[in-house]
């Protein structure tokens, strides 16, 4: 079975506070995702990482970064904390894309981390 | 327009009864098609993938695949209690794009 493991479950930091959200899968993916989840609004991506130092940006990448320098582990940095990014932070991981129409899209999450910023 | 639209809910079903689920897509493009269930405080799980157009059964859920229309759908027969959820549509290949999701009461 795929396992995507989060770093924590629960986090409460203070605006202003450098945040690191870390994640790591045990499948050898290629691909590793960041989303966040918020009411109404469903799944928003924030960065993806297709290799090893690789990555790109989601939908919302503002206020965040993302490091990827094992395949394995793809961290989620917020520089500096803002209340508005208090939310459900979730990692997935599928294996290469590209391949259309394929089960290689399918992604795998992890159990997410709820993040509160006072 | 969103990328992904699904029936708003939320959707109330009798124990037993079928569930069904909506989605459509604009990109006409998409190759990969997805079905998760996401429990409240939970993240979410795959439970169905379809690429070809037609339907695909595995147990209770059955996905609806027409790629002309671009429509997507998901039955659920004899609907549990423990299928109560959110149910997310995700479409396109590798990097994808989820809905809002569709919240299902299932009422004993």
């Known amino acids: 079975d795929v396992k995507v493991t989060q770093s924590s479950r629960y986090l409460v930091k203070r605006t202003g506070e450098k945040v690191f959200l870390e994640c790591v899968q045990d499948?050898?993916?290629?691909?590793m995702f960041w989303y966040r989840q918020d009411p109404g609004l469903g799944l928003r991506l924030i960065y993806f990482?297709?290799?090893?130092?690789?990555?790109e940006k989601g939908d919302i990448p503002e206020g965040y970064s993302v490091s990827r320098e094992k395949k394995e582990r793809f961290s989620l940095i917020l520089e500096s904390a803002s209340t508005n990014q208090t939310s459900m932070y979730l990692c997935?991981?599928?294996?290469?894309?590209?391949?259309?129409?394929?089960?290689?899209?399918?992604?795998?999450f992890g159990p997410g981390t709820r993040l509160t910023v006072l | 327009q969103k990328e992904v639209e699904q029936n708003s809910g939320p959707l109330s079903v009798p124990e037993g009864a079928i569930a069904s689920l909506n989605c459509t897509y604009s990109?006409?493009?998409?190759?990969?098609f997805f079905w998760y269930r996401q429990y409240s405080g939970k993240s979410p799980e795959l439970i169905m993938s379809?690429?070809?157009?037609g339907d695909k059964e595995d147990g209770r859920f059955t996905a609806q695949l027409n790629k002309a229309s671009q429509y997507v759908s998901l039955l659920i027969r004899d609907s549990q209690p423990s299928d109560s959820a959110t149910y997310l549509c995700?479409?396109?290949?590798?990097?994808?794009?989820f809905g809002a999701g569709t919240t299902v009461t299932v009422r004993a």
């Open positions: 997935a991981s599928s294996l290469k894309g590209g391949l259309a129409g394929s089960s290689y899209n399918e992604q795998f």
């Open positions: 990109d006409r493009g998409s190759q990969s």
């Open positions: 379809i690429y070809s157009n």
């Open positions: 499948m050898d993916h290629e691909n």
């Open positions: 990482s297709y290799d090893v130092k690789m990555k």
């Open positions: 995700a479409v396109n290949d590798y990097k994808l794009s």
